[in-house]
């Protein structure tokens, strides 16, 4: 199955930063927590506006994303994050485009 990427962009006050931080990582361990559903992942700050912040996720397949949606009200970190976070500003998921040579 084809692995699906995340990028999710937050405003986040300086005030909160560290938090949300250390809150993310605690998400990606429960999200994890019963089959690594997130292969690898990112928190990137914008270089020109310290408070956004992108969470870059590597997922195992579209499956995951999908059923970590559907649980996402029950891991204990989503709705403190969720407190934090001013604004959400992107939020999208990508799988890899394979060009033909036709």
């Given at each position: 199955m084809t692995k699906c990427t995340e990028f999710a962009v937050f405003e986040v006050t300086k005030?909160?930063?560290?938090?949300?931080?250390?809150?993310s990582e605690s998400l990606f361990s429960e999200i994890n927590a019963n089959k690594k559903n997130i292969l690898e992942h990112q928190i990137l700050v914008?270089?020109?506006?310290?408070?956004?912040?992108?969470?870059?996720?590597t997922w195992a397949n579209i499956e995951a994303v999908k059923a970590s949606s559907?649980?996402?009200?029950?891991?204990?970190s989503a709705a403190k994050i969720e407190q934090?976070?001013?604004k959400k500003l992107y939020y999208g998921h990508f799988v890899s485009v394979i060009a033909s040579n036709t």
């Amino acid at each position: 199955m084809t692995k699906c990427t995340e990028f999710a962009v937050f405003e986040v006050t300086k005030a909160n930063l560290g938090r949300v931080l250390a809150l993310s990582e605690s998400l990606f361990s429960e999200i994890n927590a019963n089959k690594k559903n997130i292969l690898e992942h990112q928190i990137l700050v914008k270089t020109d506006n310290e408070e956004e912040i992108c969470w870059h996720l590597t997922w195992a397949n579209i499956e995951a994303v999908k059923a970590s949606s559907e649980q996402w009200s029950s891991y204990p970190s989503a709705a403190k994050i969720e407190q934090l976070v001013g604004k959400k500003l992107y939020y999208g998921h990508f799988v890899s485009v394979i060009a033909s040579n036709t």
